[in-house]
């Protein structure tokens, strides 16, 4: 069995169809022709619906100069076996005017019109007006 670093002792095994928290962070992020983006950084969960509604990807930069977040909404993200990650429907131009903050930053992430401006922008439903 495979423990968490922050738990040990909390079982991370990872299956056909659930995966960690805790092993997503660090996810290599492709495009459709299998060029790497970014990382996945972190995914933010509803609190009530228990529903991933963002993971948050590193993007650009060099060394991790210039580095920005973009929340990419779940429901765009599928994970690919072959490539041992997750891919998107996005290339680096996308996200170049995409949403995004630098870790000075800071995010509300409360903030409602914020989180439909990321969902507009990349033309999905808001995770909060998801059917479960």
Known sequence: MTSSPVAP?????????L???????????FNRRGERLGTVEDV?????SGRVAYAVMAFGGFLGIGERYHPLPWSMLRYDVDL???????DRDQLEGAPSYATSEEVDWA???WGQRVSD????????AEVP
């Open 9 to 17: 002792g909390v079982a991370i095994e990872e299956t056909a169809q």
């Open 19 to 29: 995966i960690a928290a805790a092993k997503v962070g660090g996810s290599p992020v």
């Open 44 to 48: 933010m969960l509803d609190k009530r």
């Open 84 to 90: 041992g990650g997750y891919v998107v429907d996005l």
């Open 111 to 113: 903030d409602r019109q």
């Open 121 to 128: 922008y990349y033309g999905v439903r808001p995770y909060w």
